[in-house]
C-alpha cells in the first residue's frame, strides 16, 4: 500500500470519551484503504493522524471519494483539549 497522511473532516468523541470516531473522504474501498492511525496527546490538544493510500495490484480504480468512519481508541481523556487533524498541520 502507497501510504501517506490521510486528511479528515470530522472528529466526535464516543464510547464515554475512550474512542474518537473520525470521518473522512477517500477512494473506493477496492481501491484504497486505511492503513493505521496515530494519536499524539500534547497539553492543549490531542493531534490524530490517519494514513492510508492505494492498495497494490490494483491497475484500474474509478475517481469517485466515498465517506469512511473509523474508530481511533483514546490511551488519555480529552478533558477539553482541541482535537486536529495531523494531515493538515
Do not use: N
Request: with cysteine; aromatic share 8%; glycine share 8%.
Amino acid at each position: 500500500m502507497d501510504v501517506r497522511r490521510q486528511p479528515w473532516e470530522k472528529a466526535q468523541v464516543v464510547e464515554s470519551g475512550k474512542a474518537l470516531e473520525v470521518t473522512f473522504y477517500g477512494g473506493v474501498e477496492e481501491c484504497y484503504g486505511l492503513d493505521h492511525s496515530e494519536v499524539d496527546y500534547e497539553s492543549d490538544r490531542i493531534v490524530v493522524t490517519l494514513f492510508a493510500g492505494a492498495k497494490r495490484g490494483v491497475d484500474v480504480c474509478i475517481e469517485i471519494a466515498e465517506r469512511f468512519k473509523v474508530m481511533v481508541p483514546l490511551q488519555e481523556p480529552v478533558d477539553g483539549r482541541k482535537i486536529v487533524d495531523g494531515a493538515r498541520r
